[in-house]
C-alpha cells in the first residue's frame, strides 16, 4: 500500500480545436452579403438614371432635410394625388410646391373644346358653300346665256352642301321627250356649272329625277328608274366636258320620281330635274362609306321654295 508521502504526477490535457480552414461555410455568408449589396447598388443607379430631373432634385432634397421635406409637404402632402393638400416651403399655401425643372404638361382632351372645334369647322365650311352659292348667281346673272334660264336654276343649302338644280319648264324641257339626250341649251348650262365646280375642293353628287306619269316607250323593261339614272349620267358626262374634273363625282343615282320636289302636283314639269350637290365633310364621308343618303330638306333659313304650297296644279305633260 503506497504511504501519504508517494507523490503522483498530475497530466493536464489540453485538446486543441482546429477550424476546418477551407472546408467551412462562413465565407459563403459574407459573399452572398456582397452580391446583394452589389445588386442593391446597381438597382439604385438604374433608378437614378431613370428619374427625371425634377424627381431627382426632390430627392436630394429629402435627404437633405428629410423632418423637413416630411413636414413642410412633397409630393407626398402637397401634390393632387395626396389627401393631404398644402405643404411646400410656406406651410400656410394651399397650392403646394411648385415643382422644379421642367414640366411636361398633361394631354387632356376636353370634350366641350372638341365640341366647340367641330362647330367652328362645320360653320366655316357653311360660309364656304353660301359664297359658292353668291358665285353661281352672279354668274348667272352676268352671263347672257344662262339669265333666260335664272328660273329653271335653283339653288339652296341643305344638310347634304349646296345643291344646284336644273328644273324644266312646260314648255322648256331640258331633254328630248322621253330621252336622255340633253337639250342644246342644257349643255350650256352644265359646262359653266362645271367650270365653277372645278374650282372648289368639295365634291360632287348626281340624282336624276322624273315626274310620277308612268313611262310608256319603247322596251317594256325601261322606265323612270332607268330614264332618271341615265339622265343623271348625261349630266355628268356633261359637267365634265365643262371642265369638272372626274373624280370629282363620287354619286350618280337615278330616283325616279320617288323623290318629288312638289309632292302636291307629281305631274308638275318641275319634278323632272337634275339635282347637284357640292357635299359638305359629312356627307363626302357618308358617300365614301357607302352609307351616303339622299337628304333635300334644308336645315337652315338660306332656302329657295319655288314651288309653294297651294299653288294650282299644271295638267300633266307628256314630257319626262
Known sequence: ??????????????????????HGGAWKIAYADFVTAMMAFFLLMWLLGSTAKEDLAGISDYFKTPLEM?????????????????????????????????????KKVEIKNAEEILRVEKQKELEKLKDLKA?????????????????????????EGLRIQIVDEKNRPMFRSGSAQLESYTK???????????????????SGHTDALPYSMGDKGYGN????ADRANASRRELIAGGMSEEK?????????????????????INRRISII?????????????GGTVELNADNTDVQQPVMAGVAALPPAANH
Do not use: C, Y
Not at 346673272?141 to 329653271?152: I, M, T
Open 70 to 106: 416630411s413636414l413642410l409637404g412633397g409630393s407626398s402632402s402637397s401634390e393632387s394625388k395626396s389627401m393631404i393638400k398644402g405643404g411646400g416651403q410656406d406651410a400656410t399655401r394651399n397650392k403646394g410646391e411648385v415643382r422644379r425643372g421642367e414640366i411636361k404638361p398633361e
Open 225 to 228: 328608274w332607268e330614264l332618271s
Open 188 to 206: 350650256d348650262i352644265l359646262h359653266e356649272i362645271g367650270n365653277m365646280l372645278n374650282q372648289v375642293p368639295n365634291k360632287v353628287s348626281l
Open 278 to 290: 357640292v357635299m359638305n365633310k359629312k356627307a363626302e364621308e357618308s358617300a365614301h362609306n357607302d
Open 135 to 159: 358665285s353661281i348667281e352672279k354668274v348667272i346673272d352676268a352671263s347672257q346665256k344662262l339669265q333666260q334660264f335664272k328660273k329653271q336654276i335653283l339653288l339652296d343649302i341643305t344638310t
Open 1 to 22: 500500500m503506497a504511504g501519504s508521502n508517494d507523490k503522483r504526477p498530475i497530466v493536464v490535457k489540453r485538446i486543441k480545436k482546429i477550424s476546418a480552414g477551407a
Open 249 to 269: 363625282i363620287v354619286r350618280v343615282v337615278g330616283l325616279s320620281s320617288a323623290v318629288l320636289f312638289d309632292k302636291i302636283d307629281p305631274f308638275n314639269p
